[in-house]
């Protein structure tokens, strides 16, 4: 079916928001919405009326929180804006480079750029409107392009530069090169400076003509036999690249490696022309300097890494994704806008019941099982909240709450079911089997029925779980409030059971919901929590003292005639040691009785393998002896 004039301009105008809070960093200028309508002119939004569409981004642009620069006037106001947060010394740069430019500047002829450079170089007062201003962060102005000029020798260099492209040095250049037909350019693949100098001697003596030096020349192909005609090479030797510090760039971009980062489209030229890469997201593998820029390696979206600019990366956004009145979902804010555009356009919009969007959030109802999907921008609590991998979410023997869903062809809508109380049974092909508490209607059978992520959340604590003791508040895991009444936490805990909102209660009685917990206090006199110690790690010398002073007590006590049975305290043992020579350190006491106990399984488990017809293994062997007798004397 057609689009009306009205839905056209609509969803051009969508199409061009969302392209500027991906790519033009919110910002929606004159050049933006001409190059996202000349990019979509072949489909039906492509013919909207360019007026409309205007005005619906200037109506729709508050609440989509984009800044629209479309007038002059607006554009005047916003380059005083960048001009303002600009030191005057950068102001009176702009503006020699501007008067050296000439009239092919084009910055020379841009009216706004002139009055504002004009306006902020006078003597008037600056105008209120500019105090506090954030200025755009995209430039407002056009650069203008590098001029080289091209100076023909008055004799004929050539011996002069077939003897410097022989030299030792053009190993290492590299040379851009252009290609003119018929008056059309197009360039070529870099050439390294070696091979590129073999090639023009050997199409020299076929017949070409070189003109130029080492640094500048062109190759003329008319005179050529049997080879394309009426063709010129232009070579240009490139600057050498300054040395540039990849890991201070890297540092300064705020990123590390290994982190999810989102790429920008931008278009890039191949043999075919210019080609339009769309934006993607993966993470950051490696940095460094590939002809004079800082590029990085990025996972690409179908496996194969992508090379843009480290300047071209930004840290991913993130979306909460909400099924049906589920649990959320945290992706990527390019998957959630992918997924509001296709259901606005088609053929995705042959599948969407109803929709509305707004200021990046959405609200899709689907006529396949998806359902309904909610779509907002995640807060900041939610992006610091750890996310784990869908598999280690719960383990078994969990208690959670379910909330099911039933999709019913004939009308194609998906129903919510009543939610219930279930325990995690495992994990198998992609969900979790959840076995209910409850019996069915039977009385007897406790269903087990496989259930999405999705549409579990932990079962949340309950009012009489908070206890009654006033509560800490952390955030982030930094304390930011002490004292928290407990009814204030016990009403807490009933907004987010009315809101089922996920949320629980950990070992130690805290109330964790996203990045907070609230802390019970502990009463006055109350001991601090029993704590495992902290193994120590035992150096080899002290494995063997402690080994043989083991040894000691043990010919001391069960090998002993006849056998005393004591128990290893401190006291016992610091008695036992105390006629030796050096006796042993206080600290190395649990390493003996760790010897000991490990002596002693290794008695009882010989014995346990002994036939019935061999006596018992003795307990006072001559290793035993020996060591007592190391350990005794020992002065090392």
């Known amino acids: 079916m057609a689009l009306s004039a009205l839905d056209r301009a609509r969803h051009m105008a969508q199409r061009v928001l969302i392209s500027a809070r991906l790519h033009n960093d919110k910002v929606v200028t004159v050049d933006l919405v001409d190059a996202v309508m000349s990019r979509d002119a072949n489909t039906e939004q492509g013919k909207a009326n360019k007026t409309t569409v205007r005005r619906i981004i200037r109506q729709r642009a508050e609440i989509e929180r984009v800044r629209v620069i479309l007038t002059r006037d607006e554009r005047y106001w916003a380059i005083r804006e960048q001009l303002h947060h600009m030191t005057p010394d950068q102001v009176a740069a702009l503006a020699d480079s501007i008067t050296e430019g000439g009239d092919d500047d084009p910055r020379a002829w841009d009216k706004e750029l002139v009055d504002a450079i004009g306006a902020y170089r006078s003597n008037r007062p600056t105008p209120a409107r500019l105090y506090g201003c954030t200025p755009v962060s995209i430039r407002l102005w056009k650069d203008p392009a590098p001029v080289v000029v091209e100076e023909a020798p008055a004799v004929d260099p050539y011996p002069a530069l077939y003897a410097s492209l022989s030299a030792a040095d053009m190993t290492s250049a590299v040379y851009d090169v252009t290609s003119s037909r018929d008056g059309v350019k197009r360039h070529c693949p870099p050439q390294p400076g070696k091979r590129m100098a073999l090639a023009v001697a050997i199409k020299h003596g076929d017949g070409a003509r070189v003109e130029g030096t080492a640094e500048l020349f062109t190759v003329d192909w008319r005179g050529v036999k049997n080879g394309p005609r009426d063709i010129v090479f232009t070579y240009r030797r490139r600057a050498a690249v300054p040395s540039v510090d990849v890991e201070a760039a890297r540092e300064a971009s705020g990123l590390s490696l290994g982190d999810l980062v989102q790429v920008s489209g931008r278009k890039v030229e191949t043999d075919k022309g210019w080609d339009y890469v769309p934006a993607w997201y993966g993470h950051l593998r490696d940095v460094w300097v590939s002809d004079g820029q800082i590029v990085a390696r990025v996972d690409g979206p179908e496996g194969e890494p992508g090379v843009p600019l480290l300047s071209d990366l930004r840290p991913v956004q993130w979306h909460m994704r909400t099924v049906n009145g589920g649990t959320p979902e945290r992706i990527p804010t390019l998957d959630a806008l992918r997924e509001i555009n296709n259901a606005m356009t088609a053929p995705g919009r042959d599948g969407v019941r109803e929709m509305t969007a707004a200021a990046g959030s959405a609200r899709i109802v689907y006529r396949d099982v998806r359902g309904e999907v909610w779509l907002r921008p995640a807060t900041s609590a939610e992006i610091a909240m750890e996310q784990k991998p869908e598999s280690e979410r719960y383990a078994e023997g969990d208690r959670v709450i379910v909330r099911g869903t039933f999709y019913r062809p004939e009308t194609r809508r998906t129903y919510v079911l009543d939610e219930y109380e279930g325990t995690i049974v495992n994990w198998a092909a992609g969900h979790f089997n959840v076995r209910a508490v409850k019996p069915d209607e039977d009385g007897v059978t406790y269903g087990v029925r496989p259930s999405q992520v999705r549409e579990l959340r932990p079962v949340p604590p309950t009012v009489d779980d908070v206890a009654d003791v006033p509560h800490d508040l952390y955030l982030s895991g930094e304390l930011r409030r002490e004292g928290v009444p407990a009814e204030r936490v016990r009403g807490a805990v009933k907004n987010l059971r009315f809101e089922r909102a996920p949320f629980y209660q950990d070992a130690e009685g805290a109330i964790v919901v996203e990045n907070r917990r609230y802390v019970p206090q502990r009463p006055a006199?109350?001991?601090?929590?029993?704590?495992?110690?902290?193994?120590?790690?035992?150096?080899?010398?002290?494995?063997?003292?402690?080994?043989?002073?083991?040894?000691?007590?043990?010919?001391?006590?069960?090998?002993a005639e006849p056998p005393v049975r004591r128990e290893p305290t401190d006291e016992a043992l610091a008695e036992c040691f105390a006629r030796t020579v050096r006796p042993l350190d206080a600290g190395l006491y649990p390493l003996v009785r760790q010897e000991l106990a490990?002596?002693?399984?290794?008695?009882?488990?010989?014995d346990a393998r002994r036939p019935e017809n061999i006596p018992a293994v003795s307990p006072a062997p001559l290793f035993t002896a020996l060591a007592a007798y190391e350990a005794t004397n020992d002065t090392v």
Do not use: L, N, Q, Y
């Not at 109350?526 to 704590?531: H, R, V």
């Not at 490990?598 to 010989?606: F, K, Q, T, Y």
């Open 525 to 559: 006199g109350t001991p601090e929590p029993a704590t495992d110690p902290i193994p120590r790690e035992w150096s080899e010398e002290d494995v063997r003292r402690a080994r043989g002073f083991a040894a000691k007590w043990r010919a001391e006590t069960v090998c």
């Open 598 to 606: 490990g002596w002693d399984a290794r008695i009882a488990a010989e």
